[in-house]
């Protein structure tokens, strides 16, 4: 038996973008019904920027305890490393958020169907799971995120070969592991593992990690994996993965000295995410994807090519950030009503929850640099920040970018305590168009790190007060 719904609205897809936009359009008044195939929540509570946080902050309560005597803490018996532990905790936090997700739902309105939608034209979907439904609407939101990229390398199906999703679930601590791709993900499980004790190898094939960041920055956290003990080859492309007679991965790479073997308990692959259109039959409805092939094309407001359907998030391939997804299903919702407004990109953040955390906003100085902007940056450093000092980690800095026509703040990066945090700050800044001197003249309170932000904003003009 088939059922028919006919709501409002039809999205497809209940993750950071899907749901955002589904419990924001019933605030609106919107009938609005919810398709998903897997959890409620995504990849992001699922698999992805939840579970890993839950991990990176136990790997930090390893490693703290480590340096706990510096404090004046000492612990007397062994560390020991209960992986169970580690990922039933991680289950538990995830569980928390997802079945938070189910009641703001309920609490909405918002009917949750289960299964895998497929359109049949561009305002019928079909979907099927348990039961089978055939739903018409005027509206369609389409928000099925990404998955793991498949990747062309010989040995990668081996079964000591994890992607992101499977290390999450692994409950082995391996003893080595190799890391293939230092970027966001890539780096954030090699600090992970790092601090659990784990002896870690990178390979990237770029010459630096994280080739989102300023090259300073990627510098600075390339020293600082380094003096962690991390083992970083870049430059470097992973020709082979084999399998040792111990039962060991030996994975090959190569680079302008020659080949070269790193052997491992465990080899993650973190090459990359693309657009999820598995099984959707978008042709059946006529939607376009961009340019490049990758992501389903849409205007600055959130719209496909085809009237009344909308694409949001992972799958429209434009920033794959969590918050990014939520904000365009807003947008897209106020599309559909008619109080439309644009989608602006220039203020993004973007964190990294390596050790020290990496956060940026606006634009890089690489960027200015390329367009040939009249800027000025300024750097300042945690290591005179009282609070930093406080906390063992005066390792990095924050660079504030001023538009000299306009003395605007038009970007800024943390590499250093708190970078997830302070942030926001800087976002605000950016997003406001706030001058340097709105900056110094602000207040920020004592002892924080965020006083590194009053202290680069005085260095875009007489200096930061606190430096030589
Ligand atoms: P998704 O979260 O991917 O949700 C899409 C949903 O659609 C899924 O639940 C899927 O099951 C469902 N779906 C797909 N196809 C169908 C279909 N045909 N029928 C029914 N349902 C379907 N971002 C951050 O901002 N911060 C972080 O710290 C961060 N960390 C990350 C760490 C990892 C390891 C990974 C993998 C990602 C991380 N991300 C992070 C990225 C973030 O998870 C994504 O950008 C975000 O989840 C995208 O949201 P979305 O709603 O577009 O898609």
Known sequence: ??????PDLLIIGAGPGGYVAAIYAAKK??????IEKEELGGTCLNVGCIPTKSLVKSSEIC?????????GITTGSDLQVDMKQVIRRKNEVKEKLVSGVGYLMEKNGVQVVRGHASFLSAHEVKVTGENSYRISAKNIIVATGSRISKVNIPGIDLPFVMNSTEALACEELPKVITIIGGGVIGMEFAF????????????EFMDRLLTMLDSDISVEIMCLAQRAGIHIHTNSKVSKIQRADDGQAIVTYENSEGEHLLVSEKVLVAIGREPNLEGLDIE????????RGKGIAVDKQMRTNVENVYAIGDVTNIIQLAHVASHQGITAVNTLLGESQDMHYS?????????PEIASAGLLEDECKE??????VSKVSFASNGKALTMNEPEGFIKLIKDNGSGQIVGGSIIGPDASSLISSLTLAIANGLTEQQITQTIFAHPTTGEVI??????????????G
Do not use: C
Not at 348 to 355: L, Y
Not at 454 to 467: D, K, M, N, S, T
């Open 63 to 71: 490693h703290e305890i480590k340096n706990s005597s510096l404090f």
């Open 347 to 355: 203020a993004v953040p973007n964190v990294i929850f390596t050790s």
């Open 371 to 376: 367009n040939g902007l009249d800027y000025r």
């Open 284 to 291: 059946k409805a006529g939607i376009q994807l961009n340019e």
């Open 29 to 34: 008044g919107l009938q609005v019904a919810v």
């Open 1 to 6: 038996q088939t059922h028919a719904i006919n």
């Open 192 to 203: 992970i593992y790092r601090n659990l004790g784990v002896e870690v190898h990178v390979v």
């Open 454 to 467: 009053h202290e680069a904003a005085f260095g875009l003009g007489i200096g930061a007060l606190h430096q």
